[in-house]
Structures are given as structure tokens and as C-alpha cells.
């Protein structure tokens, strides 16, 4: 059985299977969690899951099958929790306090029939982000959960285990990596303008930049192609559109990585 | 029994009785190694040891105990195996492929007492790089290791497991942080002239760089003082020695991460 099939189980005895079988083809005290970050109306926001049967949220994540590497589990149980792939996955920190995830506390409130060993050890856990844009992706619910929801990274809710501070990590590691890899143009649309551009720039960084600076910065990168229409409708003289060059963007990320 | 007092134990019964406590005391399934990075003569190095009774080397590394963190764990295992102490580790890749690390076949050619229980499932192993002085510190042999040395990254012998790999990576993140953060100070002497810091990064960068436009750069970091003293003894004008303002420099490493 694979635990891809967990989403259309019916029987809770057969879930109860499906559990085991994943508890017993994984590694024990060790598991990936994935920060989505999305941007939308000028607003970073991070992809969190309500535990089902609770009040408290989650970010996707889950352990790591014997016969898989560690970044394969990072993709499968993002597409397997939130319906998400080909999305690009980096990561970026491993969290490993003693204490950062009483599972066995978090569990007992649960309705799933989780076997008690599958809590017994301690977790560490290898944290990936992933970029996207919001408009493209239309995350879906896995069986553990009540809810999915686009969240401020300032405004999460209650979340367990160190789930805050591994939102506060990747957003430190995304506003270290803009400074020398455009990785945020996963975020933006086809075509969009500078000025569109900065705003994704500002809200990473959670602060406002120079104009002239940053139009000459990111041009100096030679990814972008600057097209002959322009954005009109607004206020202002219409400003230019811009896309990608493909080819450009991939040599970049290679020469970066 | 702490597992720090390995080094001492010279009854082979005991040493067996040792490496259980530490088994059943330790996660499995997860380890760190550490890349130690030292400069001297212009040449950035890596410390390697010799496992005992064979031809292989390895870095440091070793099992996490249940009673600490992953980063205690780097800085515990650094200092047993090394005895390196109060060194910066920063934990910058873990390594998650299948087949990373077959611990069984490289026990087998060695004349330590593991238990075979010990390397039963594969291990995910969490990387830190450290940066050194290469002439302030002592590094001293444990009881699993036949050498220890100083080694350039690209001359390294036959090395277990994927620790060619940890130390490409490992190198790959320091020269990336280079870029924006001045770690490298580590690596230098109390007082120091500009082409000697240059050196270093050049050493760490694999490529020559511009002089005017390093002291510029570094300079704007406010974190050195420029002293009356100049370096005597060389063919050119004497160079300015330079010294780091270590309140500057802890406010700068503060204000990055």
C-alpha cells in the first residue's frame, strides 16, 4: 500500500493500516516540514494546516520513508498534504532542540489512530521553503487536517511544536537569499513590472527600498527581458512589463547553487 | 559513564561497554559531522581524521544524545574527537540520500567494538562548518582515529561514506557567506594587513580579486580599526595593520542572522 492512497481511505480500520504501514517504512526520529510562502496583494503569506479534531495548526510536513532520500520526502508530503508539486524546495535549516515537538501531547487530543510508538522518540526536523504563486496553486486538504489557509507570517495562529519559529527561520533564510538569488521570481506572475517586483522585494524584506537601486540591481542579473507592452490603467506614466528569459533564469540558479 | 571519557579507557571490554551506553543513549537513524576549516600559508584546509585500522578518512562526526540538541551534539563531538573547543560551528546542509553512508561495510574492516544493532538503518546525517586559526589550536587524536591533519579541500584521500560531498557543500555555503558576512575573521591572526585578509578570501573564494574594491567593501562593514603600526620587513610600503573592533564585529554578526 502506498500512503499516497492515505487521502481515499473510508474505513478507519483500513486507516489504521495505512498508518502502520507508514510507521513501519519510516525512519524513526526524524521528519521534514515545508514553509510555503505565497505572495499575493502585495502579502507574503505561509500555507498552514488546521489539525483535525483541534484549534491548533500545522505546516505541512511528515517523516521520511526508508527507500527515499530526505529531499523526496520534502516533495512527496508536500503534494501529498496540500496537492502541491513541481514546486521548486530549498532547504534551509534543521531543527534539533531536545524538546521542540511533544508529538505525544499533541496526539492524545487527536482523533486518528495513530499506534503509540509512532511517538516515542524525539524529532528532529529538516525544514524546507518552498515559493509560489499564489494565484497558480489551489492547495487541497489531506485526511489530518480541517482546514488549509494562506497566513501573514505575522499573524499566524497557534501552532505546534516550534512550527513558529520554523516560519521565522525561512523567512530569515528567504531575506538572506533575495540579497543574491532572484529565487523570488517563483513568486511573480508571467509578466509583471518593477515596480510590481519591489513590492515583492519590500514585503520579503519587510522593508521599503530605493527605487533607482533596486531596478539597477536586479537588471544587472540580465534574467529579465523588458517586453514592448506596458501596464496600463493606473495614475501614473505606464510603466514597462518584464518576463523572465528561461534559459537566463536556469543558468543563473546554476552558476548560484 | 559520559561518553567524554572514551579517550581514557584502555580496557577493550570497557571501551565496549562504553559504545553501548552510548548506543542506547543516542537518536538513531541521525548524526553531525563537522568540516573544520583552518587557513595558513595562504591555503584553506580541512581537518580530517584516519579511522583506525584502515586507509579511509573521515571528518568529525557522531550520534546525537537523546539528552541534547543537534548543535550541542556538533559542539560535544567537535571536542571529543578534535579537542577543539569555543570554536563557531554553523550548521549548513543535512545529507539525506539512501545510500549515503554504508556504515556496515566500513565497520567491518575496523577492529572497534561496535554493536551490530548500531548501524542497522540508514543515517541522515546534519552538517556544521567551523572556522579556525590554523596556528592557535591543538587538535589532538581520539580512540577511534589513527591521524589527524590539516588537508587542502581538493587534495583529500579516500574519505567514508559522502564526505567528499559534505566538504564541497560545506565549502560552497562558506563562500557564499563570505559574500555578505565576515566570518572569515576567525581564520586571521589578532592584527593583520589588507592583502593578507584579501589572501584569505581569495583562498576561499578559489579566485583572485580586485584590491581596491575589497578594501572598500570590507571597510564598509565598520568592524575593523586601522592601527598606527604597519607591517615592517616586506620589498612593498609597509601595509597598515588592521585589527577587528570586537563590539562592532558582535553587532554586525548579530544584526545578520
Sequence with gaps: MDSANFGNLQDFAELERAIRWAFENSMKGI??????????????????????????????????QLNESVDEAAYRILKYRTGLDHIYLKQFYTFGEVNRANVRAMVAGLKLPFPPEYFETRAVSVGYYALVEYSKVRPVLDFMSDDIQWIEPDKLPSMIFD????????????????DHLPIVYHLM?????????????????????????FQKRILSYNILERLEERRTGGAHKAPFLYRFIPEKYQEFLRSEF
Design 31 to 64: 521528519s521534514v516540514d515545508c514553509v510555503v510562502f505565497g505572495f499575493h496583494d502585495n502579502q507574503l503569506r505561509v500555507l498552514c494546516l488546521k489539525v483535525k479534531g483541534s484549534d491548533i495548526w500545522s505546516l505541512p510536513g511528515g517523516h521520511i
Design 163 to 178: 512550527h513558529h519559529e520554523i516560519v521565522a527561520t525561512g523567512l530569515k533564510s528567504l531575506r538572506a537569499q533575495i
Design 189 to 213: 506572475p508571467d509578466t509583471f513590472t518593477m515596480p510590481e517586483l519591489q513590492k515583492l522585494h519590500e514585503a520579503i524584506l519587510g522593508e521599503e527600498l530605493d527605487r533607482a537601486n
